[in-house]
């Protein structure tokens, strides 16, 4: 009896010890990574005479930060649902025109402008989540086709710049504080909302466990509909914030914002971030580490001026080697098909997709929960 016991104390201990490692691997690897890329750059750059985090670079790679990280934790919210959205980009570029256009430099037209703005790209977004949901249309033809419509629209309804921001809210894209762009406040505003919103809340919850296995949310009585149009939603509002910083920036709208890449950048963020593409997995601190690496390599690129195309290169070495090794982190098939069976079970033949049963309830909040560790 004594000799079971003290074989199995090793083996709780192993378990136990097992989602510390997986919750390091999601968040904390990415961040170690960060330090690591971090330190190497300053290296590089002090070779050359230079300082990495002069307060030139650190204005820049803050600015780069802002703007791409309002997308990627759009994104994030999308991916976490198994799905994406390659119309990011072209609803950052509607989304400043919007403002521009209506804000018309007036400063008593801020607020429309703003409002006018992000109801655009609200609308973007619940139509992407309504194809998706609804006629059952996969996320990449989906987004694909909707950001190629309003990328047509673009291009003959705008031949250049258009419209004009007042003074007063070009601030939101140049003021700082210290080094600190009042943008990256901004971002790290909508940060804390949306780790609020995955972590703390039932829609954050579903989100999780629609991207772990759509059918088990849906017999778990979640509409599943309802969180991917939310998601899509959610997703979009972000990309039209940074619609509105790039609006800021420029002083105007300017339809080719969509050529800059943010719909595969925000992506390859995210990835590096650690959310899984097929879903289930991840987080937005993760996310923001995962822009604050690609910020902090065209950062140093920069200084150092690498060709184009080396950048390209090395970046995509990186998103690969990133992709590679979170593959390791799948759970293998039969903790799935076990879990699968623990979850049917709670499920219970009195429940449903109506959610009447005492057990609709359980399978929710644990997916979610175990999706967030």
């Given at each position: 009896?004594?000799?079971?016991?003290?074989?199995?104390?090793?083996?709780?201990?192993?378990v136990?010890?097992?989602p510390?490692?997986?919750?390091?691997?999601?968040?904390?690897?990415?961040?170690?990574?960060?330090?690591?890329?971090?330190?190497?750059s300053?290296?590089?750059?002090?070779a050359?005479?230079?300082?990495?985090?002069?307060q030139?670079?650190l204005?820049?790679?803050?600015?780069?930060?802002?703007?791409?990280?309002?997308v990627?934790i759009?994104q994030?919210?999308?991916?976490?649902c198994?799905?994406?959205?390659?119309?990011v980009?072209?609803?950052v570029?509607?989304?400043?025109?919007?403002a521009?256009?209506?804000?018309?430099?007036?400063?008593?037209r801020?607020w429309?402008?703003?409002?006018?703005?992000l109801?655009?790209?609200?609308?973007?977004?619940?139509?992407?989540?309504?194809?998706?949901?609804?006629?059952?249309?996969n996320?990449?033809?989906?987004?694909?086709?909707?950001?190629?419509?309003?990328?047509?629209y673009?291009?003959?309804?705008?031949?250049?710049?258009?419209?004009?921001?007042p003074?007063?809210?070009q601030?939101?894209?140049?003021?700082?504080?210290?080094?600190?762009?009042?943008?990256?406040?901004?971002?790290a505003?909508?940060?804390?909302?949306?780790?609020v919103?995955?972590?703390?809340?039932?829609?954050?919850?579903?989100?999780?466990?629609?991207g772990?296995?759509?059918?088990?949310a849906?017999?778990?009585?979640?509409?599943?509909?309802?969180?991917?149009?939310l998601?899509?939603?959610?997703?979009?509002?972000?990309?039209?914030?940074a619609?509105?910083?790039?609006?800021?920036r420029?002083?105007?709208?300017n339809?080719?914002?969509y050529?800059?890449?943010?719909?595969?950048?925000?992506?390859?963020?995210?990835?590096?971030?650690?959310t899984?593409?097929?879903?289930?997995?991840?987080?937005i601190?993760?996310?923001?580490?995962?822009?604050?690496?690609?910020?902090?390599?065209?950062?140093?690129?920069?200084?150092l001026?690498?060709s184009?195309?080396?950048?390209d290169?090395?970046?995509?070495?990186?998103?690969i080697a990133?992709?590679?090794?979170?593959?390791?982190?799948?759970?293998?098939?039969?903790?799935?098909?076990?879990r699968?069976?623990?979850?049917?079970r709670?499920?219970?033949?009195?429940?449903?997709?109506?959610g009447?049963?005492?057990g609709?309830?359980?399978?929710?909040?644990?997916?979610g929960?175990?999706a967030?560790?």
């Amino acid at each position: 009896m004594s000799t079971a016991v003290s074989t199995a104390s090793p083996r709780a201990g192993s378990v136990t010890s097992g989602p510390r490692r997986r919750r390091l691997g999601s968040t904390g690897i990415v961040y170690l990574a960060l330090v690591g890329i971090l330190a190497v750059s300053a290296g590089l750059v002090a070779a050359q005479g230079g300082s990495f985090f002069s307060q030139g670079n650190l204005f820049y790679l803050l600015s780069q930060t802002s703007l791409l990280g309002f997308v990627a934790i759009g994104q994030t919210f999308v991916i976490l649902c198994k799905s994406l959205d390659l119309s990011v980009g072209y609803v950052v570029a509607w989304s400043s025109l919007v403002a521009a256009t209506t804000m018309a430099g007036d400063p008593s037209r801020i607020w429309l402008g703003v409002v006018a703005a992000l109801a655009v790209a609200a609308g973007v977004g619940l139509v992407n989540g309504l194809v998706i949901s609804k006629l059952r249309v996969n996320s990449f033809i989906a987004t694909l086709g909707v950001g190629l419509i309003i990328k047509g629209y673009l291009d003959t309804q705008y031949k250049g710049p258009s419209g004009e921001i007042p003074k007063a809210f070009q601030g939101f894209g140049y003021t700082r504080i210290g080094p600190v762009p009042v943008s990256v406040i901004v971002l790290a505003v909508v940060m804390v909302l949306g780790v609020v919103l995955l972590t703390r809340t039932r829609p954050g919850y579903h989100m999780f466990a629609v991207g772990g296995n759509i059918d088990v949310a849906r017999l778990s009585g979640i509409r599943t509909d309802r969180s991917i149009i939310l998601a899509h939603v959610l997703c979009s509002l972000c990309a039209g914030v940074a619609g509105l910083l790039i609006a800021a920036r420029f002083g105007t709208g300017n339809a080719l914002v969509y050529t800059y890449g943010y719909d595969l950048n925000s992506i390859a963020a995210v990835v590096l971030g650690g959310t899984l593409l097929m879903g289930g997995r991840g987080s937005i601190l993760g996310t923001i580490a995962g822009v604050l690496i690609l910020a902090s390599l065209d950062t140093v690129f920069n200084v150092l001026d690498v060709s184009p195309f080396f950048k390209d290169v090395l970046r995509g070495a990186i998103i690969i080697a990133a992709v590679a090794m979170y593959a390791r982190r799948q759970i293998d098939p039969a903790s799935s098909r076990a879990r699968f069976r623990a979850l049917g079970r709670s499920v219970g033949p009195g429940s449903g997709p109506d959610g009447g049963g005492p057990g609709s309830a359980s399978p929710t909040s644990t997916t979610g929960k175990e999706a967030t560790r």
